[in-house]
């Protein structure tokens, strides 16, 4: 399992954002918020350059992912999924920091759980209109990654193309939430109410 979790780090780690931004003169890392992703591609160059910066993360992730399912298996997706996420979120090229890991864990959930991607997506956007906090929206949307897992289990609903493991898919789950939330956890600010 050596192998995925290495080609997964480093497929994660490959530092396209801030390449993708640089042919339009822009450093994630020094302008705006100094995060390579693409909430900072968005302020700093607009629709398109977010676009493509969301895209490339995707693919990476995807690709890992599969890269780890022919390796080995159902195992070897979940490896290489987590370490896919692990290398942008601690990137070996700035110094173990990075992005947020949302992007590349869309691509990862892509391949190992399709039928989960736009579930995903509807609770980060309910949580989003709820807590008007996009950080706060996005710790309780991988948090509820691990209950989405369980009624996938016990509903013994369809993965898609996707693992079929239900001790792979819980793993998955809970640690895509494990990894990303400390990423997010300390900007969580929820809308106050206006005092009466």
Not at 67 to 87: H, S, Y
Not at 109 to 120: K, S
Request: glycine fraction near 14%; charged fraction near 10%; charge should be positive.
């Amino acid at each position: 399992m050596f192998l995925p979790a290495l080609i997964g780090y480093f497929l994660g780690a490959i530092p396209t954002a801030n390449l993708l931004a640089s042919l339009v003169g822009i450093d994630l890392r020094t302008q705006g918020s100094g995060n390579p992703g693409t909430n900072n591609a968005l302020r700093l160059g607009g629709p398109g350059l977010a676009a493509s910066v969301l895209l490339t993360e995707m693919a990476k992730g995807a690709t890992a992912t599969l890269i780890g399912g022919e390796l080995n298996g159902d195992p070897g997706m979940v490896i290489a999924g987590l370490a896919a996420v692990t290398g942008n979120l601690y990137n070996i090229f700035y110094r173990f920091k990075g992005g947020k890991g949302l992007g590349i864990s869309a691509g990862v959930l892509f391949v190992a759980w399709p039928t989960v991607v736009i579930p995903a997506i509807a609770v980060i956007a309910l949580a989003a209109w709820i807590t008007q906090s996009s950080d706060g929206a996005t710790v309780i949307a991988i948090f509820s990654l691990s209950v989405m897992a369980g009624i996938w289990i016990l509903a013994e609903l369809p993965t898609g193309w996707g693992i079929e493991n239900d001790r792979l898919l819980l793993a998955l789950g809970v640690g895509l939430g494990l990894l990303i939330w400390p990423k997010h956890q300390s900007n969580v600010r929820f809308k106050r109410p206006s005092p009466a």
